[in-house]
């Protein structure tokens, strides 16, 4: 009998997540599940309600993507009612959105993905000047003298001597899987404690747009933030600078240190270029749209379907296309109305409860029936990975150039094939890619508000169907947005002025998915089949290609108890059982 290993809740994660995993007598997997362990409800929750503070009650679905889920609601609301943005609105939504790229991708790979590939511990054995030279010879990046890195490693000597590793619990120091020298291991901690202090310059434009970060306040109709040079609570000259600064310290970050890490660190881990892909079908809904949010072909992202690596045949998939865009509860602790081998839109989506899991947290699951409280979602009866990859093959196989630059490069660099990027090391290369694009259209962004604000052009929002009185009886809409970590959808149907059904299919919902209706696994299942464990009782090599994918299963599910009333959140530590 194949030996079957649990680990529950993965950790560096948002959320609760369980996989568990078959192994063959090689220690490789041969079968994986994935299992959103709890259940959410905030789909109910917005019945009845005004569509117009959807956003308010969808942004606390995570205390990290509250950004993603408010551009989602209210787009969907402006989608169903037909609402126009002005110019500089849509700019500076455009600047918020690409600031939570890079905040989120760059906290992603230091503080939840580095450790995967990066011995703490080890970095103590370092000889600081040759950290030195490896930081001088990388980039131009101040902090790189060897005074600087024997600093930092005797910071981390005093939390080891303390028998608490604080932040830098929870890993598998030592294990067998990491590679990389001492040396590139004190220079990846020294960057992981600079990121904790550089997020609060990266947070500074969340703050002035949106009055505050987390959960920014958003309207329906524009931004809340009038422009105004000469007033002291609006968009002035002062805060135009204070943004202008970010922007440039979020640029020497990513350039200095983020893409120099990457490629100081994966040439180490090349193997990893040869497997964790799975399923090789791609789906992006785009993002930062021009000023006609209908005109995807102007979108920096392109709308996409990829299916079968094939990227000479890109096609454009319609959110509100009822045969191909479907959820499916085959083996979600969900039930439909037609039965659970019913696939439903979203506008026609259901939200009915079914637990039919193990009684005990320990007990394995029961992958031949209901085993997740996440749906899954489908494209044409498909399984679609969405997220970083997904985003930077729609960029490069529709020919945006600086993104086939900066893929073409680190592939030259790194010595691999195009192939390569099919994988745990290309999903991983992938984040830094968009993330280097994203913050040079900051830039971009930025002066086009600016050359906006000179030529008075300064309305923010457009009023014009913000009273219920002006909308139809009956309407439904789709709100886009491509959050870090994938494609994610707000389908809305308003009735008589309230939220009929509403429905959020999040990327997590795509990649975490347990299998379908035909049986067919999720992203995260699919790429863990063939991944080879050194020490079962360690499953590094699994984290590695589970954190690639950056889940979030809070914005999947949420906890609440058999009355509907939130049981909060507990923190809980990594546990693997192995039978």
């Not at 948002?14 to 490789?28: K, T, V, Y």
């Not at 409800?41 to 005004?50: H, M, S, V, Y």
């Not at 100081?264 to 993002?287: C, D, H, S, V």
């Not at 913000?466 to 970590?485: L, V, Y």
Request: hydrophobic residues 40%; negative net charge.
């Amino acid at each position: 009998m194949p030996q079957r290993i649990v680990i529950d809740p993965i950790t560096r994660i948002e959320g609760h997540l369980r996989i568990e995993a078959a192994l063959d007598a090689s220690n490789a997997v041969t079968q994986a599940y994935s299992s959103g362990t709890m259940v959410r409800g905030i789909e109910i929750i917005l019945k009845g309600r005004d569509p117009r503070e959807a956003w308010a009650f969808t942004q606390r679905a995570c205390g990290v993507c509250t950004t993603v889920h408010s551009f989602a609601s209210i787009r969907s609301v402006e989608d169903a009612l037909g609402i126009r943005i002005p110019r500089a609105a849509n700019l500076i939504r455009n600047l918020m959105i690409a600031q939570q790229y890079v905040h989120d991708h760059v906290m992603h790979f230091y503080h939840l993905h580095a450790l995967d590939w990066v011995d703490v511990v080890a970095a103590l054995k370092a000889d600081p000047a040759q950290t030195s030279a490896i930081q001088q010879k990388i980039s131009p990046w101040p902090n790189s003298s060897p005074a600087y890195f024997a600093s930092i490693q005797k910071k981390v000597q005093a939390i080891v001597d303390s028998g608490q590793l604080s932040i830098f619990a929870n890993a598998y120091w030592g294990h067998p899987a990491y590679k990389l020298p001492a040396e590139v291991n004190l220079l990846a901690v020294a960057h992981y404690l600079e990121a904790l202090d550089w997020q609060k310059d990266a947070t500074k434009i969340h703050t002035i747009f949106g009055g505050k970060n987390p959960h920014p306040n958003f309207v329906v109709g524009g931004v809340p933030m009038p422009i105004d040079l000469n007033s002291d609570t609006a968009l002035n000259a002062n805060r135009l600078a204070i943004i202008a600064e970010s922007i440039q310290k979020m640029i020497a970050f990513v350039d200095q240190v983020y893409l120099p890490d990457l490629l100081a660190i994966a040439p180490y881990y090349l193997e990893y270029g040869g497997f964790g892909e799975g399923l090789g079908n791609f789906l992006t809904w785009g993002e930062y749209p021009g000023d006609d949010p209908k005109d995807t072909f102007k979108f920096l992202v392109p709308r996409a379907v990829i299916l079968n690596r094939d990227l000479k045949n890109i096609q454009v998939p319609d959110p509100n296309d009822f045969n191909k865009m479907q959820e499916f509860v085959a083996h979600s602790w969900y039930k439909y109305n037609q039965g659970d081998q019913a696939g439903l839109h979203p506008w026609q989506g259901e939200t009915a409860f079914d637990y039919t899991g193990p009684a005990l947290p320990y007990d394995y699951l029961n992958v031949d029936s209901k085993y997740s409280w996440l749906k899954a979602p489908r494209w044409a009866e498909t399984p679609m990975e969405v997220g970083p990859l997904a985003r930077v093959l729609a960029m490069y196989a529709s020919g945006h150039q600086q993104t086939q630059d900066l893929v073409n490069t680190i592939l030259k660099t790194l010595n691999v094939p195009i192939q390569a990027v099919f994988s745990t090391l290309g999903r991983t290369a992938a984040r830094a890619v968009e993330t280097k694009v994203f913050a040079d259209a900051m830039q971009t962004y930025y002066d086009g508000l600016v050359a906006e604000i000179k030529a008075g052009n300064t309305q923010t929002f457009n009023g014009e169907k913000w009273e219920p009185a002006t909308w139809p009886s009956h309407a439904q809409g789709f709100g886009f947005m491509e959050a870090p970590r994938g494609a994610l959808g707000h389908w809305i149907v308003i009735d008589n002025g309230k939220i009929d059904n509403y429905q959020m299919v999040v990327p997590t919902t795509w990649n975490g998915s347990p299998r379908d209706h035909k049986g067919q696994p999720g992203a995260y299942e699919a790429s863990l089949v063939g991944t080879k464990l050194a020490k079962p009782e360690w499953p590094l090599e699994i984290l590695r290609t589970i954190h690639s994918f950056d889940p979030c299963m809070a914005c999947a599910i949420h906890m609440v108890d058999a009355e509907g009333q939130d049981l909060g959140e507990v923190a809980t530590g990594l546990s693997v059982c192995v039978n």
